[in-house]
């Protein structure tokens, strides 16, 4: 099975600040990463698919980038609404994994 | 609008069964691959178990292979999971998903509000 390791596992920050997420790997998934955003309570949200395709009707305040086996998602300015639990999953092969999460918080 | 609503959660004993729904609607149900993916308590998701449009190809996680076991019926528009020898460690909310594929491998798309599972005596 292909694992999938996100850093850091929690993060505080501040709105307006930009923050970076990483996802990587245990073999090459090529761009097959999608990258999930959970608010308590309630189910996931999908923002980021195929590695850096951003999901329609998502604030381009989100993107993705990488491909094999690193991968990150930015979230340029963070705004309050921003503040969840992030999650990235391969797709590449089954099982389809995901991370343990990120999750984010305000400083 | 697209939409799918899970419903069949509730508490059973361990060793008992469940049979999960989701109900699907605002797009055709037979073009897509469907997902089934849990999360314990404050923790993480899991994904548990797919199933292709017609059935034809279907996969699972290791930790329910041989007691849950996934299905749809395309004319109903539902999807299902059948759960039997429940664990303790099954005790989720489930959650059903669209499989959105292009051109290969896909992402999920959207989410159900999911159903709670609990299994305790």
């Known amino acids: 099975d292909i694992q999938m390791t996100q850093s850091p596992s929690s993060l505080s920050a501040s709105v307006g600040d930009r923050v970076t997420i990483t996802c990587r790997a245990s073999q090459s998934i090529s761009s097959f990463l999608n990258w999930y955003q959970q608010k308590p309570g309630k189910a996931p949200k999908l923002l980021i698919y195929a590695a850096s395709s951003l999901q329609s009707g998502v604030t381009s305040r989100f993107s993705g980038s990488g491909s094999g086996t690193d991968f990150t998602l930015t979230i340029s300015s963070l705004q309050p609404e921003d503040f969840a639990t992030y999650y990235c999953q391969q797709s590449y092969s089954a099982p389809h994994t995901f991370g343990q999460g990120t999750r984010l918080d305000i400083k | 609008q697209v939409q799918l609503v899970e419903s069949g959660g509730g508490l059973v004993k361990p060793g008992g069964s469940l049979r999960l729904s989701c109900a699907a609607s605002?797009?055709?149900?037979?073009?897509?691959?469907m997902n089934w993916i849990r999360q314990a308590p404050g923790k993480g998701l899991e994904w548990v178990s797919y199933?292709?449009?017609?059935?034809?190809?279907?996969e699972y996680a290791d930790s329910v292979k041989g007691r849950f076991t996934i299905s749809r019926d395309n004319a109903k528009k539902t999807l299902f999971l059948q759960m039997n020898s429940l664990r303790a460690e099954d005790t989720a909310v489930y959650y059903c998903?669209?499989?959105?594929?292009?051109?290969?491998?896909?992402?999920?798309?959207?989410w159900g509000q999911g159903t709670l599972v609990t299994v305790s005596t």
């Open positions: 199933i292709s449009k017609s059935s034809s190809y279907i």
């Open positions: 998903a669209r499989d959105v594929k292009v051109a290969g491998p896909g992402w999920l798309d959207p």
């Open positions: 605002g797009f055709t149900f037979s073009d897509y691959y």
